[in-house]
């Protein structure tokens, strides 16, 4: 039987090998597609369908190294949500990159203002995402 060091030990261990990306998307196609390329790099990934789930499980201690958010969600957009994550005491240091279709001229601007440390723009190009992740 292993007992609670051991295994907070494993666990411990675990998230040094594998770094974690919490993924905040409305779509559950884009979550799907993001958790398959990023697990196929060996990253751990967990998701949520709207910010504000985002925000309660943001305020656990759950392992989450770096976030993707999309900014344009319904209910609480990525516009509103970074500066609450960005908010939280023990979250204020974790990356968060903004994951968007809106590629207009200024939108990187506005997503960085928010409080972003990074924008990518859909369709996603998977070496610039990586090399955005590198950094963490």
């Given amino acids: 039987m292993i007992d609670s060091l051991t295994h907070a030990l494993l666990k411990e261990a675990t998230s040094m090998s594998k770094k ?5 998307d409305d779509d559950a196609r884009n979550i799907f597609a993001l958790t398959a390329t990023l697990r196929a790099k060996s990253f751990d990934c967990i998701s949520r369908q709207d910010a504000q789930e985002a925000l ?13 958010i999309d900014m344009m969600m319904p209910d609480m957009d990525g516009y509103e949500a970074i500066p609450r994550i960005k908010g939280i005491e023990k979250r204020k240091d974790t990356p968060v ?10 939108d990187r601007e506005k997503c960085l203002r928010a409080g972003a440390d990074g924008y990518i723009s859909k369709p996603i190009d998977v070496d610039k995402l990586l090399e955005m992740l590198a950094s963490i």
């Fill in 20 to 24: 974690r990306i919490l993924i905040i």
């Fill in 56 to 68: 309660e499980l943001l305020q656990t201690d759950e392992v989450v190294d770096a976030i993707l």
């Fill in 97 to 106: 990159f903004s994951v968007t279709a809106q590629a207009m001229v200024g």
